[in-house]
């Protein structure tokens, strides 16, 4: 069964350093989505990415956040200058079509970020 | 206003018995999708069951199945049998409308299974 994967599982970063968060989305998906879960805490929507454009964001999406689709398969969250309040869990997530409320986004396994 | 709610912070649930997860919803939109994920401590996100809100009958996915209470605003998520293995968190979670693309997630149910 596809499955959405991400690298790396685990990362550990000075604060001020850059991230670089990978997904790879099912192949055949179309919308591609960041969400991140402070420990303890409820999942947050960060970004989604139709086309090779954000298509919405919320406000935890500022600019030290950025996105790209660099080739086909690729889907990377940077995140240009690490701050302690972004030690979280990122998921990606992929979905079919975003035509309607209906199409299930199914989420990668995360990458647990920790800055110090 | 919270768009979900998951007024069970913590449930435990002897095994094999069938328990239910509450989750209430809020929003003015006609058209939108209702989801349940399960988080294990490994901490993925899985989903396993989808109600859209114009549909007429329950979802069903093998042992889950989800109770859509629409007038209530209520997609109470039921687990049949459980089994150890169900021991993890879950969300209830929602996205309103064709306009909007993203997920909104309650705050979790943490359910433990007893043997």
């Known amino acids: 069964e596809p499955e959405v994967t991400q690298t790396p599982s685990h990362q550990v970063t000075q604060m001020g350093q850059e991230v670089i968060l990978r997904c790879v989305p099912i192949?055949?998906?179309?919308?591609f989505y960041w969400y991140r879960q402070i420990l303890g805490q409820k999942v947050e929507f960060l970004v989604s990415?139709?086309?090779?454009?954000?298509?919405?964001k919320s406000e935890i999406f500022d600019d030290q956040f950025s996105v790209e689709r660099p080739d086909g398969s690729n889907f990377t969250l940077k995140i240009r200058s690490t701050k302690l309040e972004d030690s979280a869990m990122y998921f990606c997530?992929?979905?079919?079509?975003?035509?309607?409320?209906?199409?299930?986004?199914?989420f990668g396994p995360g990458t647990r970020l920790l800055v110090l | 206003a919270q768009k979900i709610t998951q007024t069970q912070p913590g449930m435990f649930v002897q095994e094999k018995e069938a328990v239910t997860l509450d989750c209430t919803y809020d929003?003015?939109?006609?058209?939108?999708?209702l989801f349940w994920y399960k988080q294990p401590s490994s901490g993925e996100m899985i989903f396993l069951i989808y109600?859209?809100?114009?549909?007429?009958q329950n979802a069903t996915e093998g042992r889950y199945s989800l109770n859509f209470q629409k007038a209530r605003k209520s997609a109470n998520l039921v687990i049949s049998a459980s089994q150890l293995g169900d021991s993890a968190m879950y969300f209830c979670?929602?996205?309103?409308?064709?306009?909007?693309?993203?997920?909104?997630f309650g705050s979790g149910t943490r359910l433990s299974i007893r043997p």
């Open positions: 990415f139709y086309n090779n454009e954000i298509s919405e």
């Open positions: 979670a929602m996205r309103e409308s064709y306009s909007a693309s993203k997920i909104i």
């Open positions: 109600q859209g809100s114009y549909d007429e």
């Open positions: 192949s055949n998906h179309l919308y």
């Open positions: 929003t003015s939109d006609q058209s939108y999708g």
């Open positions: 997530a992929s979905s079919g079509r975003d035509r309607g409320p209906e199409e299930t986004q199914y």
